[in-house]
């Protein structure tokens, strides 16, 4: 179970960071899973932002690189989304999805809210 936080309303140039817990996974499937960040904003497909995989690699969607940083804390069974100078195109639901890289297997957070104002 994916449990994903830290969404708000920010302005325009503001940060905020976003967790997801990996409530139910053992630490040793924890350290099997490949985790990334996905937004839908009103009236538009769901897209990736960031991810992460075992090996701590990170990749990130032209409109957020440079801006958004992923890392994990395999310890604490978390994955964080750092999102610094957001503009208000950045607005949408933000999810977390976990895929086993043994199984393929994968699993979506409930959302969390981030609102960007102008």
């Known amino acids: 179970q994916l449990q994903a936080s830290g969404g708000g309303l920010v302005q325009a140039g503001g940060s905020l960071r976003l967790s997801c817990v990996v409530s139910?996974?053992?630490?040793?499937?924890?350290?099997?899973?490949?985790i990334s960040w996905h937004r839908q904003a009103p009236g538009k497909q769901r897209e990736q932002v960031a991810s992460?995989?075992?090996?701590?690699?990170?990749m990130y969607a032209d409109s957020v690189k440079d801006r958004f940083i992923i890392s994990r804390d395999n310890s604490k069974k978390t994955v964080f989304l750092r999102m610094n100078n957001l503009e208000p195109e950045d607005t949408a639901v933000y999810f977390c999805?976990?895929?086993?890289?043994?199984?393929?297997?994968?699993?979506w957070g409930q959302g969390t809210l981030v609102t960007v104002s102008s």
């Open positions: 999805n976990a895929r086993s890289i043994n199984t393929g297997a994968d699993s």
């Open positions: 992460i995989d075992t090996d701590r690699r990170t």
């Open positions: 139910r996974a053992i630490l040793s499937v924890f350290n099997t899973l490949d």
